[in-house]
């Protein structure tokens, strides 16, 4: 499995970025995706993730701003972001779960969980200034 991770940069606050990530070495269609992020000093946070199902979800510091969305014919996962703030700078990271292809009902906590996320890219920087 391989996650290769681009599009970070330096950008103004309220500017926008698009993040993409392009997966190879498996069933790419079938899996959830997600985003991440890393801030120096913190702990690795979910930003979002998609299901095979398209089904999206969202931490509540990007709701509304940032847009998670996939194009399985080109095996690729990207993430929209625009409002970016301060806050948003951080490393940024795209992830695997081969083995749930859906996430519906299932809560917040369990779909953020990094924890079940064996499959991550090498990161791609975003920093945002104000």
């Known amino acids: 499995v391989q996650l290769v991770e681009s599009g970070g940069g330096s950008v103004q606050a309220g500017g926008s970025l698009r993040l993409s990530c392009a997966a190879a070495?498996?069933?790419?269609?079938?899996?959830?995706m997600a985003w991440f992020r890393q801030a120096p000093g913190k702990e690795r946070e979910g930003v979002a993730t998609?299901?095979?199902?398209?089904?999206?979800r969202y931490a509540d510091s990007v709701k509304g701003r940032f847009t998670i969305f996939r194009d399985n014919a080109k095996n690729t996962l990207y993430l929209q972001m625009n409002s970016l703030k301060p806050e948003d700078t951080a490393m940024y990271y795209c992830?695997?779960?081969?083995?749930?292809?859906?996430?519906?009902?299932?809560?917040?906590?369990?779909?953020?969980?990094?924890?079940?996320?064996?499959?991550w890219g090498q990161g791609t920087q975003v920093t945002v200034s104000s």
């Open positions: 992830a695997a779960d081969l083995y749930y292809h859906n996430y519906a009902y299932l809560p917040p906590a369990f779909v953020f969980d990094r924890e079940r996320f064996p499959y």
């Open positions: 070495g498996y069933t790419y269609s079938n899996a959830c």
């Open positions: 998609i299901d095979s199902d398209g089904r999206a």
